[in-house]
């Protein structure tokens, strides 16, 4: 058997993902691999993978079997087509044996089923198929030479994962020094006897007949299987077993290739907690419940039955945040959710969505419309009235009012469950509009509402890869004097609707992943442009947003550090715009990313300072540079006393605190005149310009 490839400093992927979270997932579990670089080329069909597969040399291909304009395993024979040697290693959202065992008679050397996989379940299986594929290819080349027999030895007696092989009866002829340290038997304890010495108590005989049927039939089994070590411990394993023929085609050996899995195991009950349960109550995260959404969603439509989800937002709880403080606000959160549990089945599904909203899925499914929605006003009602009466904490009682949207499922065919919980959403935002405190249901008549929705989620995602997404910037004057700066904002630059402002696509992609790969597109631009002006010798700081999402994502700041880097930008001169929702959540986690980026010299800002959480509790703790105040307080500083009252105190608070002031949406001479008398403060708005496109920009500051 020839040996591992050597390993390289930097590894080539080709990734065939259409979808936005999941390609993400990836990148974010490659980008922190130990000791080992990827880089890595997205495309989302087909069509683009067989026209640049030719044109580049990759070291292995990730290929999901469900693209736009491809499925199944037809996909991994187009790929064969094209190449017959790349090591391909399917993602799939479908965890299937028969699927798996037909990816891999197709021509794949993997089958990952996605959210069953980790970074190392991952790395593990890149390092794998390249090594089968080179083991492939350098026996077609070198097969019965002197060189390749030593190398054969050299891999069999160094590989970290466990060989057996045996004769065409299972009887072991040879193990390497791995199997021993795994199993615990040395081999002269081994070698002779029946393989099946390892054999757990945990499968059924009918496990090991499908194995060997697979193993006769196909050449080759892979699976996870649990055997016995020597001591007696049972132990999982991923295991491929391969048969080897002679010249007539007999078979008359088999290769056992496994991988100790118990590390991992142990590991998953922590995983799945953090995967699938919100730290804070305890409650079903957005993960579980739109997981269990979708399975009964699809059974409801395969039954011609109904089910209900309910979507609730606790009415004015921001104001009671700010009131009380982060602190008083979480424990009040799990207060309510402590009661709502108690209201509901032990079957229903309650989970906790964000900060204040929460959800409800009744799996009881009806058998008319009719039924579903009265049985979901009963829990409705029954949960708008228990947070009614009083809950005590700490001695203060608080009579809670919630909004709540029902969605009764299937609307329409097909409905998936992000659809349904759109259409939950839609009618909560409608009760929150009539006063709060009451119960809509999603009707057909909001449905025009949703498709457009839809239609603008979908064009988004193409917008973002085919270059139709645009930088604007406005810019920022000290005092109103003289330009220190300007704030990137993005535009969408459709083909057919023209130039579309942030206000009518940026809430849409921040109900989704949308908004990160938004965010990454927009920080990517922003460090390019501050490259630029490096080399120009134009120093000037450079504001861009940060959505909370974005912000969350595990490789926030080395992706920050690596965009800074490549694109050759000063650090000092890159501010970014953070909000107040970004301290729901881990509190030290957000403190110990933007501490760590500070001390690279980039900025932080307080983005609409003063609309939003318990400012001044945690304003102190969060190594920010300036605030920036909301234009809806600008607006009217000038005729009402009570913005006037307001800015004075941010504006005191700030100096105070030894922060810098920005002032959004300076409109007017009298605007400019008020806050210069408070202090140097920084202006932004249509009095010292509209937001212009980045290139009128930069050639109207070039010498």
């Not at 078979?251 to 953090?274: C, M, N, Q, T, W």
């Not at 990454?520 to 700081?541: H, I, K, N, Y």
């Not at 307001?646 to 009298?670: D, F, K, M, N, R």
């Amino acid at each position: 058997m020839p040996p591992e490839p050597p390993v390289q400093a930097l590894y080539r992927v080709m990734l065939v993902e259409n979808d936005v979270g999941a390609a993400d997932f990836v990148r974010a579990l490659l980008g922190d691999a130990a000791q080992l670089r990827f880089e890595i080329h997205q495309v989302s069909t087909l069509a683009a993978a067989l026209q640049q597969l030719p044109l580049n040399p990759y070291d292995v291909l990730l290929l999901d079997l469900a693209l736009p304009d491809s499925s199944g395993v037809d996909t991994i024979h187009a790929i064969r087509r094209i190449t017959d040697n790349l090591p391909l290693i399917v993602l799939t959202e479908h965890d299937d044996m028969d699927a798996a065992l037909q990816a891999i008679n197709a021509g794949a050397q993997d089958y990952l089923a996605k959210g069953k996989f980790d970074r190392e379940i991952l790395v593990r299986a890149i390092r794998y198929a390249i090594s089968r594929q080179h083991r492939q290819s350098l026996a077609r080349e070198e097969a019965d030479t002197e060189a390749y027999r030593k190398l054969t030895a050299q891999v069999f007696e160094t590989m970290a994962d466990g060989i057996m092989v045996t004769d065409e009866a299972a009887n072991i002829q040879a193990v390497n020094p791995a199997f021993c340290h795994i199993t615990g038997y040395t081999e002269d304890e081994v070698l002779g006897k029946n393989s099946r010495l390892l054999k757990s108590d945990r499968h059924e005989q009918a496990f090991y007949t499908e194995l060997w049927d697979t193993l006769q039939s196909r050449g080759e089994w892979a699976g996870e299987i649990w055997n016995r070590r020597k001591d007696g411990e049972e132990y999982p394993e991923w295991q491929t077993i391969s048969s080897i023929k002679d010249a007539s085609g007999k078979v008359d050996h088999y290769v056992a290739v496994f991988a100790d899995l118990s590390g991992i195991h142990r590991s998953r009950p922590a995983e799945d907690k953090l995967s699938w349960y919100d730290s804070l109550t305890g409650l079903a995260n957005r993960a579980q419940f739109l997981k269990r959404l979708g399975q009964t969603a699809e059974h409801a439509e395969r039954e011609g039955c109904f089910g209900v989800a309910i979507l609730l937002d606790l009415d004015r709880f921001k104001a009671i945040n700010e009131a009380r403080g982060l602190p008083v606000g979480n424990a009040l959160l799990k207060r309510v959710a402590r009661a709502m549990t108690r209201t509901l089945h032990s079957e229903d599904l309650l989970a906790r969505l964000d900060s204040d909203e929460f959800a409800i899925l009744l799996p009881r499914l009806s058998s008319t419309r009719e039924e579903a929605a009265k049985d979901a006003l009963v829990v409705a009602e029954k949960i708008r009235i228990a947070l009614q009466k009083r809950l005590t904490l700490n001695g203060e009682a608080f009579h809670i009012d919630t909004s709540i949207g029902i969605a009764v499922f299937p609307e329409i065919a097909g409905e998936t469950a992000s659809d349904i919980l759109r259409q939950a959403d839609m009618a909560m935002h409608r009760a929150k509009l009539e006063g709060g405190s009451r119960i809509i249901f999603f009707k057909a008549v909001m449905g025009e509402t949703i498709k457009e929705r839809y239609r603008i989620e979908r064009e988004l995602r193409h917008a973002i890869t085919r270059n139709q997404l645009r930088m604007y910037v406005q810019p920022q004057w000290e005092g109103g004097c003289k330009p220190v700066g300007v704030e990137a904002l993005i535009r969408w630059e459709h083909p057919q609707r023209g130039l579309i402002l942030p206000g009518m696509f940026i809430p849409l992609a921040e109900t989704s992943d949308l908004i990160v790969a938004v965010d990454r597109w927009m920080l990517d631009a922003v460090c390019r442009l501050l490259g630029r002006l490096e080399r120009d010798q134009q120093l000037t700081r450079v504001s861009v947003n940060i959505s909370p999402r974005h912000f969350q994502q595990p490789d926030f700041v080395e992706e920050v550090k690596r965009k800074l880097s490549l694109s050759g930008a000063d650090p000092a001169q890159l501010v970014l715009e953070v909000t107040e929702g970004l301290v729901i959540g881990d509190f030290a986690d957000v403190i110990a990313k933007m501490t760590e980026l500070r001390a690279m010299g980039v900025h932080f800002s307080m983005d609409d300072f003063g609309t939003g959480y318990s400012s001044l509790a945690y304003l102190k703790r969060l190594p920010i540079h300036e605030i920036k105040i909301d234009k809806s307080f600008i607006q009217d500083i000038t005729t009402n006393p009570n913005d006037a009252a307001l800015v004075e105190s941010i504006v005191a608070v700030a100096q105070h605190l030894h922060l810098q002031v920005v002032a959004e949406g300076v409109e007017t001479p009298e605007q400019a005149a008020f806050l210069n008398r408070l202090g140097t403060i920084i202006h932004q708005g249509y009095l010292y310009g509209r937001p212009q496109p980045v290139e009128q920009w930069l050639e109207q500051i070039s010498p």
